[in-house]
Antibody
Framework: QVQLVESGGGVVQPGRSLRLSCAAS????????MHWVRQAPGKGLEWVAV????????YYIDSVKGRFSISRDNSKSTLYLQMNSLRAEDTAVYYC??????????????WGQGALVTVSS | DIQMTQSPSTLSASVGDRVTITCQAS??????LNWYQQKPGKAPKLLIY???TLETGVPSRFSGSGSGTDFTFTISSLQPEDIATYYC????????FGPGTKVDIK
């Protein structure tokens, strides 16, 4: 069965960096686009970034452009989110999610359990 | 950027009631619209994609309709396990979610 397991969350000071990982199993990871979606405490869902199946392109929400970087290692079936210059407003549960297609955005058909990132001094 | 709105923001209904949620896009998105269910402390779950197609394994009491800018999500007979927050999400451009509709039992 499809499994997505995030790791790397924690408490970090403003301005510092953190890298999230998402280990995928149960499907051919290299065949699907992958996303990061976040949810601030008590708030709604906010899409953060997407990377195509082959890593050839990626896109970001404006508020993280230049600070966050999405990447993937298809040989390890792992998705990453490098988060730099973190701000208090980046505090959220970060979910990795699989798209239903390879090179496009369509629907998030599988989700991980989420990793909590808290940015606080 | 495409903005999504949902109404109502919360609703209370009785078991067996028909429940309807509306979602509106700030511009024409054809049928590029999905619906998700999120239970407290859990990850979201895809229920409907392409505005009206039921995801495999999702009960048939859930349905969706609409195109262009106006969309509707319906639970034909509310069950206790349907207590959750429901989100619409567009994918005409970079994806964005509606603010959510919290559904509880009256």
């Amino acid at each position: 069965q499809v499994q997505l397991v995030e790791s790397g969350g924690g408490v970090v000071q403003p301005g510092r960096s953190l890298r999230l990982s998402c280990a995928a199993s149960g499907f051919t990871f290299s065949s699907y686009a992958m996303h990061w979606v976040r949810q601030a405490p008590g708030k709604g869902l906010e899409w953060v970034a997407v990377i195509w199946n082959d890593g050839s392109d990626d896109y970001y929400i404006d508020s993280v452009k230049g600070r966050f970087s999405i990447s993937r290692d298809n040989s390890k079936s792992t998705l990453y989110l490098q988060m730099n210059s973190l701000r208090a407003e980046d505090t959220a549960v970060y979910y990795c999610a699989r798209d239903s297609v390879s090179i496009a955005v369509r629907s998030f058909d599988y989700w991980g359990q989420g990793a909590l990132v808290t940015v606080s001094s | 950027d495409i903005q999504m709105t949902q109404s109502p923001s919360t609703l209370s209904a009785s078991v067996g009631d028909r429940v309807t949620i509306t979602c509106q896009a700030s511009q024409d998105i054809s049928n590029y619209l999905n619906w998700y269910q999120q239970k407290p402390g859990k990850a979201p779950k895809l229920l409907i994609y392409d505005a009206s197609t039921l995801e495999t394994g999702v009960p048939s009491r859930f349905s969706g309709s609409g195109s262009g800018t106006d969309f509707t999500f319906t639970i034909s007979s509310l069950q206790p396990e349907d207590i959750a927050t429901y989100y619409c999400q567009q994918y005409d451009n970079l994806p964005s979610f509606g603010p959510g509709t919290k559904v509880d039992i009256k």
